[in-house]
């Protein structure tokens, strides 16, 4: 059972630094068959991409967002992480950590969320 | 603004049978695989179908999809009260780059 789970701050300040950690189980991070992302959603709002990492460290970023973003793998762990920085009201969102299938893009497994809110 | 287009709201009553469509471009759906999810409230989302028309293992066929050209189509039959929940669509675009796309999402009702 693949099963992933978010966690890190629910509270930042503006202008600090976002970090959330995934933790993975039921798979190794280091499967070359996936891809490891995050997505998030502004309340009231849609998805959005934020960005993924292969167990090499290759990433891909959303490119709204890719000068603030870094990814990282610790594959003796099995998790990933994501750092945002310089945050806003605007980063203000719930955030999923979700496992990606590049090939027919989808995200097939996510992790239940956490509500990250940027205060001022 | 969302680069895939969503209708904000349908609804439909018990056992009734709804759509959700999905339109695109060429760059995005009419060169790229579609897939759907359902997002309930406090829940994560959850796949319903991945490469435009295929059910993950657990998903009832109550649920089905299919793309043409550049729109996709979510259909969901046997309306219960527990599919009241937002539906997304998404692909890559080609176009911009390989970029995981979303769209607006579709906020569906059950009367």
């Known amino acids: 059972q693949v099963q992933l789970q978010e966690s890190g701050p629910r509270l930042v300040k503006s202008s600090q630094t976002l970090s959330l950690t995934c933790t993975v189980s039921?798979?190794?991070?280091?499967?070359?068959?996936?891809?490891w992302s995050w997505v998030r959603r502004h309340p009231g709002k849609g998805l959005e991409y934020i960005a993924y990492?292969?167990?090499?460290?290759?990433?891909y970023f959303n490119p709204s967002l890719q000068s603030r973003v870094t990814m990282s793998v610790d594959t003796s762990m099995n998790e990933f992480s994501l750092r945002l920085t310089s945050v806003t009201a605007a980063d203000t969102a719930i955030y999923y950590c979700?496992?990606?299938?590049?090939?027919?893009?989808?995200?097939?497994?996510w992790g239940q969320g956490t509500l990250v809110t940027v205060s001022s | 603004q969302a680069v895939l287009t969503q209708p904000p709201s349908v609804s439909a009553a018990p056992g009734q049978k709804v759509t959700i469509s999905c339109s695109g471009s060429?760059?995005?759906?009419?060169?790229?695989?579609v897939s759907w999810y359902q997002h309930l409230p406090e829940a994560a989302p959850k796949l319903l179908i991945y490469?435009?028309?295929k059910r993950p293992s657990g998903i009832p066929d109550r649920f089905s999809a299919s793309k043409s050209g550049t729109s996709a189509t979510l259909g969901i039959t046997g309306l219960q009260p527990g599919d009241e929940a937002d539906y997304f669509c998404?692909?890559?675009?080609?176009?911009?780059?390989?970029?995981?796309?979303f769209g607006g999402g579709t906020k569906l009702t059950v009367l």
């Open positions: 979700a496992r990606f299938v590049w090939s027919r893009p989808h995200f097939d497994f």
């Open positions: 039921g798979v190794s991070v280091n499967s070359g068959a996936y891809y």
């Open positions: 990492i292969f167990f090499n460290g290759d990433t």
């Open positions: 060429a760059s995005n759906v009419g060169s790229n695989a």
């Open positions: 490469d435009n028309d």
């Open positions: 998404g692909t890559r675009d080609s176009g911009l780059g390989g970029l995981v796309i």
